[in-house]
């Protein structure tokens, strides 16, 4: 019974997300910034610059998701901006909201676990909200939406989507 119920599974081309369960949110030394779909030209220096962090969503010693966050008191709309208030958020000591600005996965699944485990670590950190600072695209429009985000901002280069904490 299981053995044709796992067939019958495999056929309706059904995913196995138990995986999942077993994932860690990792925070990365270094990433290939190529990879990024939505950023590639921010370099790694960059990213690791005032206090900005990356984090992985590692399972089985290969990281499935990547996401790198800056950490400001305002929501940016331009990378600019994004890099004005992370250096001065950070000579303040005052950061109060995440940016997420870039995301992206390797396995079906793993942009909701990372997106799910950010959350997680803005609740526990006592951070008041975690936007994004995404393109205008219809992937990433459909991503936020799909993952409870509202839509907070449209600007001229970049959409802001918030999640509720």
Known sequence: MVASLLKWFQKKNFVDFSWLKKAEFIELDEIDVSEDPVRPELDLAWRKSFDRKIYGLK???????????????????????????????????????????????????????????????????????????????????????????KLLGLNPTTQNFEYSL
Not at 62 to 68: G, L, P, R, T
Not at 91 to 100: F, M, S
Not at 108 to 127: D, R, T, V, W
């Open 59 to 149: 399972h089985n010693d290969s990281i499935q998701a990547i996401m790198c966050l800056a950490f400001t008191n305002d929501v940016p709309h331009t990378v600019r901006e994004l890099d004005l208030m992370s250096k001065v958020t950070k000579y303040e000591e005052n950061a109060d909201t995440i940016i997420a600005y870039t995301v992206w996965s390797r396995k079906k699944g793993a942009g909701q676990k990372i997106m799910e485990e950010a959350l997680s670590f803005a609740k526990s950190n006592g951070y008041k909200r975690i936007v994004t600072l995404s393109p205008l695209t219809p992937m990433a429009t459909h991503y936020h939406i799909r993952n409870g985000a």
